[in-house]
């Protein structure tokens, strides 16, 4: 079978199934199993016309789904309609379900695209952003790994560490972006390090209440965002910062750091400080050096220099930049600041609408936008 055949075969299917009326996630998704359907039956029984063959068996897979979320739709109506029979179990089956997805037959990368799509509910666009690679790389990543779990029993959980980074990405992304994922994935982490005695839930849901604690001044009345040197901290969730404080401790006393730990440590770090001018960068940038050795993320190294920046002046963080690929998402960003504080306003502004062409959504768009602008007026004067 041509796999070639396949892949330029895809676009023009995904296109009429959405002049058809399908929305373009279920679309895909149609498309998707209708090509693991071709891969399944075509070396046998190749058809006459691919491309018929596909739309017919993908419009076929979406009517399906339709209906069965309909009919879904329609039995959860009902079931709300009428009195609970007796008092309602505490936890649900959702984190259950992560784990089952996280399956030991699967990389840990392509169980977490699985679960972010099955469970977590993002779109593949959205799956794509959280890796830094292009959507049509995590769309097939998706693929791979539901025709790997095709045929498998679901009697082997996957480990907690795939699950905690679905968590992870999942409050990531309802944090910042379009779905409002946040409150879920701070339950579930909670029902974890209930059920789990591991210092990297624990770390994990620090992490998560120290950020979440800053959610409310993370915007403006107008919907613009409020870089956190600028936020409000009267706004800042008191509670949750020290219940988070409280559980990093403990976590930390351990002695088994991971990177959520790491993480949820810088996040204290700020949380500490009642104005920005006070908060500790040295230990800041102490550690993202930690982090750094925990994950050589390209991401970690790109916020340890904006921690060089503060620490040690903008030059050292622009020395820290040097070694990061340009194409890194948030790099403009980060070095249109540190030109900023360096003084250099022309290079600023040039980076940061660069840096605003890039972002990946509508408000970090329009604020790098206006700090351009907001640059480009102070160079006219």
């Given at each position: 079978m041509n796999e070639l055949l396949l892949r330029?075969?895809?676009?023009?299917?995904?296109?009429?199934?959405?002049?058809?009326?399908?929305?373009f996630a279920a679309a895909e998704d149609a498309v998707q199993d209708a090509l693991v359907e071709a891969v399944r039956v075509w070396p046998a029984d190749p058809p006459r016309?691919?491309?018929?063959?596909?739309?017919?068996?993908?419009?076929?897979?979406?009517l399906d789904a339709t209906r069965a979320d309909a009919a879904r739709r329609r039995r959860e109506d009902l079931v709300d309609e009428e009195?609970?029979?007796?008092?309602?179990?505490?936890?649900d089956d959702t984190l259950q379900l992560y784990f089952l997805c996280a399956h030991p037959s699967l990389t840990p990368s392509s169980a977490v695209a699985l679960t972010l799509r099955a469970v977590g509910g993002l779109t593949t666009r959205q799956i794509a952003q959280a890796y830094l690679v292009p959507e049509a790389t995590m769309a097939q990543r998706i693929s791979r790994a539901k025709r790997t779990v095709s045929g498998v029993r679901f009697d082997q959980p996957g480990n907690v560490a795939t699950v905690l980074r679905v968590l992870y990405l999942v409050f990531n992304e309802g944090y910042s972006g379009d779905v409002d994922l946040a409150a879920e994935?701070?339950?579930l982490t909670r029902q974890l390090a209930a059920a789990i005695d591991h210092p990297e839930v624990a770390g994990l849901l620090a992490l998560m209440l120290l950020h979440h604690a800053r959610r409310a001044?993370?915007?403006?009345?107008?919907g613009s965002l409020v870089p956190l040197a600028e936020q409000d901290r009267g706004r800042w969730d008191t509670e949750s910062?020290?219940?988070g404080v409280e559980i990093l401790q403990a976590a930390l006393a351990r002695d088994r750091l991971g990177e959520f730990q790491a993480q949820a440590a810088i996040a204290a770090l700020h949380a500490d400080a009642p104005i920005a001018e006070e908060t500790d960068w040295v230990q800041i940038v102490e550690w993202y050096d930690e982090l750094t050795r925990l994950t050589d993320s390209p991401v970690v190294r790109l916020n340890r220099a904006v921690a060089v920046g503060e620490a040690d002046g903008p030059r050292a963080g622009l020395a820290a930049l040097v070694a990061l690929d340009e194409s890194l998402p948030r790099r403009a960003a980060v070095a249109a600041y540190l030109h900023e504080r360096a003084g250099d306003l022309a290079t600023a502004a040039r980076l940061y609408a660069e840096a605003a062409q890039k972002a990946p959504n509508l408000a970090e768009r329009d604020h790098l936008t206006r700090q351009a602008a907001r640059l480009n007026a102070r160079g006219c004067r």
């Open positions: 330029s075969l895809t676009p023009s299917v995904l296109g009429i199934l959405v002049r058809r009326g399908a929305h016309d691919p491309k018929g063959w596909l739309v017919t068996v993908a419009w076929r897979r979406f009195p609970a029979p007796g008092p309602a179990p505490a936890v994935a701070i339950r001044a993370r915007t403006a009345p107008d910062i020290t219940e």
